[in-house]
């Protein structure tokens, strides 16, 4: 089993920048992949970014391409989303997820609030 947590949530205004972290402990012998989904009030919850742990590259939203950078360190079982440029819209809770091996279903974080004021 994996546990996810995430960290670094918080209001900030438009324009502005947060960095977000997620911790993965447990048996993450068999990650592939981490990344980032966000969840708005009232709507699904939807991609964002996604890293993979073999050769470091990655997939972004087109909602959040040229504003949002993903990135990891492997040892220490981290993944960072930094946000700039933040617009209202990307107001949500974001959720860390891991991809395994043999658990396509994955493992999800409890999620971090990001508000967002105009």
């Known amino acids: 089993q994996v546990q996810l947590v995430e960290s670094g949530g918080g209001l900030a205004q438009a324009g502005g920048s947060l960095r977000l972290s997620c911790v993965a402990s447990g048996r993450t012998f068999t990650t592939y992949a981490m990344g980032w989904f966000r969840q708005a009030p009232g709507k699904e919850r939807e991609f964002v970014a996604r890293?993979?742990?073999?050769?470091?590259?990655?997939t972004v939203a087109d909602s959040v391409k040229g504003r949002f950078t993903i990135s990891r360190v492997v040892a220490k079982d981290t993944v960072y989303l930094q946000m700039n440029s933040l617009k209202p819209e990307d107001t949500a809770v974001y959720y860390c997820?891991?991809?395994?091996?043999?658990?396509?279903?994955?493992?999800w974080g409890q999620g971090t609030q990001v508000t967002v004021s105009s």
């Open positions: 997820n891991s991809n395994h091996y043999g658990f396509p279903e994955g493992y």
């Open positions: 890293i993979r742990w073999d050769d470091d590259t990655t």
